[in-house]
């Protein structure tokens, strides 16, 4: 759609299980981001990474752990979760990492038993 | 904490008429932006206003910015079923590297 692709698109996992969510971007973007938007609650930013390094953890739980190979690729790893964790996920990318558009992927909507 | 704040919370009207939604925020900004998501999906940018700029035009969009009342307007003219859709506000405050995104406005064009 916008350039920004993310698999999967859903996933149910249990609260011991360990996944993994991946984020490309094919728009030559140096930052990336992980959003996590919950039903009723404004999108709230989780990680930022510009040319592969972590500005920004918004005190996001330990259980939730991000990696950045390359600036094209991220990936939000999963572990122990609990059912609050249950939200659509979302990647997005942009050229800097201060002021500009950002392009979001479809998201992946994650359920947590 | 949540910067901007949309309003209406919910909007339904009949296509052919104009949608307006408004969006408040608390400190300066660098720029603010207009988001479209569609049920369950991504979010697609639709405009940015920089923080020198009063007014800005995109097709069927007019966004406004008032920074001495710090806040904006998405007018959306002639509206289409294709619209409905949530409309989120964003900011980045000066100084900041953050998107800030408010709760949204969720818009319903009634064929």
């Known amino acids: 759609e916008t350039g920004v692709t993310q698999t999967p698109r859903h996933l149910v996992m249990g609260m011991t299980n360990k996944k993994s969510l991946k984020c490309e971007q094919h728009?030559?973007?140096?930052?990336m981001y992980w959003y996590k938007q919950s039903a009723k609650k404004p999108l709230e930013l989780m990680f930022v990474?510009?040319?592969?390094?972590?500005?920004e953890n918004n005190s996001v739980p330990s259980r939730f752990s991000p990696e950045c190979p390359n600036s094209s690729h991220l990936f939000l790893h999963l572990h122990t979760l609990q059912p609050e964790d249950s939200a659509l996920y979302l990647c997005?990318?942009?050229?800097?990492?201060?002021?500009?558009?950002?392009?979001f992927g479809p998201g992946t909507r994650l359920t947590v038993l | 904490s949540q910067q901007g704040e949309e309003d209406p919370q919910a909007l339904s009207i009949q296509e052919g008429e104009n949608a307006t939604m408004n969006c408040s925020y608390k400190?300066?900004?660098?720029?603010l932006q207009w988001y479209r998501q569609n049920s369950g999906r991504g979010l697609v940018h639709l405009i940015l206003i920089r923080s020198n700029e009063r007014e800005k035009h995109s097709g069927r969009l007019r966004v406004t910015l008032d920074t001495s009342k710090k806040s904006s307007s998405l007018l959306i003219t002639a509206s289409r079923a294709a619209d409905t859709a949530s409309y989120f506000c964003a900011t980045i405050m000066s100084g900041s590297e953050k998107l800030v995104f408010g709760k949204g406005t969720k818009l319903t064009v009634n064929p």
């Open positions: 400190t300066s900004i660098n720029n």
């Open positions: 990474y510009n040319f592969k390094e972590q500005t």
């Open positions: 997005a990318s942009s050229q800097v990492i201060r002021t500009d558009t950002q392009y």
């Open positions: 728009l030559g973007h140096n930052a």
